[in-house]
């Protein structure tokens, strides 16, 4: 058994492994990664499914991961409804720890400037709850202010920047959300950031590049850098670097280069995350994706020796695991590291869990550390109102080595949750891919899926 398994890693490493976009159960732009306690949460917006016709979001979303595969769906801890005062569009966001809270700060149209409007929800948990901070917007009246970019610098003082299509900048207090001064509009220049600001641009005149939306403000070794997406429409992603939170900037070039991304937009985060550098952004390329049903996708690079960005393409591969998961410890099922066909619901009650699931669905986790004495059982809990169906533990493929098939059957209702614990029919140790494999009548949702571990 161990030689089939040894031969099944081994198609299995052969195989191309796609990983992007990373979130395949709904539509995650805008991507705003922030690493805390060793964990990287990821801040998205929500397109709703489409097709649509224009950025159709009701939401934020959160998602996190220790090991940059395996990604845990906390759902939506943040919508319009949070803010009394919005009223549309829940366009990009990006969220920030100070002093045991966490501000997550979004755009969206005010009720009563009628134009875009900066919100700040605050939660003492990453996964949230938030709520509205402040109960009325930071910064509004412009259609012009979307798209905040938050850093706290050395000497805590905290900057937030936005804009299309012009950069704005305010000084948060050390509260994070109020702030002293005016709203600075940084000056833009072909030195700076690749072109005038749209208003001092001539006609006719080919600059070397534009800046459009979407900023990304962060310090790394001494330098600032503010990234964000250039062009006009089609996006790439651009950057400018300083040796002041405030300017001047430099502009240094294009990051990302146009590709065929099946969206029009583009939008990135950065992160360092357990000794590599990663690099967020968007495209339209999930099964049914497009301009305005974007989803999260991320590389890693290295920095050139001078702090200097190299050039980033869009893969389908996406990165590699820099972390295992262990097996033994109850696991979430929306903890995936990709997935075809399934959804994910919350509720109070229950929390996220994996719903929608039809026969031949399936879910992929990745790096699951078996260690050396193989376990002897698995257990998954689940709700099925209908006729249930069957889990296929596969190792390292779709069809690799069955390890298991659990049982599922009508337990009472989609919420009445049961466990069932099966024998393991295959010894598995070290580190592995397992799919859970869905299986049952065509035609019809089989269960959900809550949570499952293995047991020695
Ligand atoms: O997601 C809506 C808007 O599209 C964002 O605010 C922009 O950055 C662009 O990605």
Not at 27 to 55: K, R
Not at 75 to 91: H, I, M, N, Q, V
Not at 409 to 436: A, N, R, S
Request: charged letters at 20%; glycine letters at 8%.
């Amino acid at each position: 058994m161990k030689n089939i398994l040894a031969v099944m890693v081994l198609i299995a490493a052969i195989q191309v492994k796609a990983q992007n976009p990373i979130i395949q159960t709904w539509c995650t732009p805008d991507p705003a990664p922030m690493v805390h306690n060793g964990t990287v949460y990821l801040y998205t917006g929500h397109d709703e499914d489409g097709p649509n016709s224009f950025f159709n979001m009701l939401e934020w979303r959160c998602y996190s991961s220790t090991d940059m595969v395996n990604w845990t769906d906390y759902g939506s801890p943040l919508a319009l409804e949070t803010f009394k005062w919005a009223k549309d569009r829940a366009w990009a966001s990006q969220c920030i720890a100070r002093n045991g809270k966490f501000y997550w700060y979004v755009c969206c149209v005010d009720k009563g400037t009628n134009a875009m409007a900066i919100g700040v929800a605050v939660s003492k948990n990453p996964t949230g709850p938030f709520v509205d901070a402040i109960g009325k917007p930071l910064v509004t009246g412009d259609w012009a202010y979307i798209d905040p970019t938050v850093f706290i610098d050395d000497d805590e003082q905290a900057y937030l920047f936005f804009g299309n299509p012009t950069v704005f900048c305010v000084n948060l207090n050390k509260d994070m959300i109020s702030y002293t001064g005016d709203v600075q509009e940084i000056e833009m220049t072909e030195e700076s950031f690749g072109s005038p600001s749209m208003k001092k641009r001539e006609k006719g005149v080919k600059y070397k590049d534009v800046y459009v939306e979407g900023p990304w403000f962060y310090k790394r070794n001494n330098k600032y850098y503010l990234l964000y997406a250039a062009g006009g429409i089609p996006e790439h992603i651009s950057y400018s670097m300083s040796d002041h939170p405030t300017g001047p900037w430099k502009y240094m070039g294009v990051i990302m280069p146009l590709q065929d991304t099946h969206s029009f937009t583009n939008h990135c985060g950065v992160i360092d995350f357990k000794g590599k550098s990663y690099f967020f952004y968007h495209t339209g390329m999930l099964p049914g994706g497009g301009g305005f049903n974007r989803s999260s996708a991320i590389e890693e690079f290295t920095y050139n020796a001078d702090g200097t960005f190299p050039t980033i393409k869009m893969t389908t591969e996406g990165v590699k695991p820099v972390g295992t998961l262990n097996p033994y410890r109850r696991t979430e099922a929306e903890t995936m590291a990709f997935s075809k066909g399934v959804k994910t619901e919350q509720n109070d009650k229950t929390g996220v869990y994996v719903s929608d699931i039809n026969e031949g669905d399936y879910i992929k986790v990745q790096a699951v550390d078996f260690g050396t004495i193989s376990p002897k059982t698995v257990k998954a809990t689940v709700a099925s109102a209908l006729r249930g169906g069957q889990i296929e533990l596969h190792a390292d493929a779709i069809d690799g080595p069955l390890l298991a098939t659990i049982n599922v059957p009508h337990t009472g209702g989609w919420e009445v949750w049961k466990t069932f614990q099966t024998k393991l029919l295959t010894d598995i140790t070290g580190t592995h891919d397992i799919y859970f494999v869905f299986k049952g009548w065509k035609g019809i949702k089989l269960f959900n899926f809550d949570y499952w571990s293995f047991h020695k």
